[in-house]
């Protein structure tokens, strides 16, 4: 099924999503891309890699590259503590990944009237990272494509 396709139908039928912040933004990623979320363990830095890339680590015999989602937005880097996550994503072609978030809040359900189209100014989705926004009485999300973001480079 191609993205474009798969972006109409979380448009017109909702889904769950995993709800997470990095500085005070709220950000999601549909539920069906997540394969575990578990703590900040030891990173094994790989060299010549980009900088949002902090390394690798081993999950269950799996090598795993880990993607920090401050350095891929361009934020300034903050001191890990105990509520600092890796949300281990397993995409479409059994690829997985890790990204680092500040704080992981909650799975949502979004319902099809809370989801818009990102505006198409490229000032406001320069690396096209923003799939889609969802707004409820809870305030604006943003909902990451996962491909975008962890496979194109910045």
Do not use: W
């Amino acid at each position: 099924m191609s993205t474009v396709i798969e972006e109409k139908d979380f448009i017109t039928t909702g889904g769950e999503v995993l709800l997470f912040t990095v500085d005070d933004v709220v950000y999601g990623i549909e539920i069906k891309y997540i394969n575990e979320i578990i703590g900040i363990e030891q990173i094994t830095v790989v060299p010549k890699v980009p900088d949002y890339i902090k390394g690798v680590i081993n999950i269950r015999g799996k090598i795993v590259p880990i993607i920090s989602v401050r350095k891929r937005f361009g934020k300034e880097e903050i001191p890990y503590d105990e509520r600092t996550c890796i949300i281990v994503l397993e995409l479409d072609n059994g690829y997985q990944v890790g990204i680092i978030v500040d704080r992981v809040r909650e799975v949502t359900q979004a319902k099809p009237e809370e989801i818009c189209e990102t505006p198409a100014n490229k000032n406001v989705n320069a690396g096209h990272y923003i799939k889609n926004i969802i707004e409820n009485a809870d305030g604006i999300k943003l909902l990451l494509n996962c491909e975008k973001l962890v496979r194109e480079q910045a």
